[in-house]
């Protein structure tokens, strides 16, 4: 699978790659946004997008679920960020250029917890 994001950011959509073929168009959101990050799971099941609007978005990709996010969280420190999922069940990590990793955890009604949240360097003007 390929996923690629709209100029305005608000969509993204997800392609096989064997047969170009479009599966699924997911909003984002109704608000213009610049992508940073965009990352499958293991198994290409969900998928992680973060955005300057300092959110985090995860998507089912079961074919059962609605076209918008089954959860979406705030980060108070994330721009541009990298995000990715984490190696336990409904986690993802981001980590942004301003040094701050968090790790997120939601639940199965959709709620998030961010379990963890340091900043791992230090900006000088060294």
């Given at each position: ?17 064997h ?27 969900l ?46 990590i981001?980590i ?8 997120i955890?939601?639940?199965d ?11 791992f360097m ?5």
């Open positions: 699978m390929l996923a690629t994001a709209s100029d305005k950011g608000t969509l993204i959509r997800i392609f096989d790659t047969t170009c073929l479009l599966m699924y168009e997911l909003r984002r959101g109704t608000n213009k946004a610049h992508i940073s990050s965009v990352a499958f799971n293991r198994l290409s099941s998928l992680c997008v973060t955005s300057d609007t300092k959110t985090l978005h995860i998507f089912s990709l079961d074919g059962k679920s609605k076209s918008r996010s089954i959860t979406k969280h705030t980060l108070s420190h994330a721009l541009p960020s990298v995000c990715c999922f984490g190696n336990d069940e409904n986690t993802v981001v942004s250029s301003s040094g701050y990793y968090y790790k955890r939601w639940n009604k959709g709620e998030t917890f961010k379990e963890e949240q340091f900043k230090l900006l000088s003007d060294d």
